[in-house]
Nanobody, 120 residues
């Protein structure tokens, strides 16, 4: 299994970023995929997920209306369009299956994540 998240960076409040996650080594198109984030000193939380075919995405209340999750099964890639960013969105962002690979494949694997920092 190999997951690579990218697209993070430093952005001012109100700005936008688009994250990408490319996955290999498991049947990407067979699983609900999700974005998770972990802020300093906090647990990793699920913030958005999308079903196998890309329909009916679901979002945490904290990002609803500002973030958009999408997927390209042909490229085994997951995306997260983040708009109206706030300082509280600062975190390391990860993608994984939902439930996580620990439950879907039997091993606890996470990519390196991508850092998003929202600050003026």
């Amino acid at each position: 299994v190999h997951i690579v998240e990218s697209g993070g960076g430093l952005v001012q409040p109100g700005g936008s970023l688009t994250l990408s996650c490319t996955a290999a080594g498991f049947p990407f198109s067979s699983y609900t995929m999700a974005w998770y984030r972990q802020a300093p000193g906090q647990e990793r939380d699920l913030i958005a997920k999308i079903s196998l075919g890309g329909g009916v995405p679901m979002y945490a209340d904290s990002v609803e209306g500002r973030f958009t999750i999408s997927r390209d099964n042909g490229r085994s890639t997951l995306y997260l369009q983040m708009d109206e960013l706030r300082p509280e969105d600062t975190a390391v962002y990860y993608c994984n299956t939902e439930p996580t690979l620990l439950y879907t494949q039997g091993y606890d694997y996470w990519g390196q994540g991508t850092q998003v920092t929202v600050s003026s």
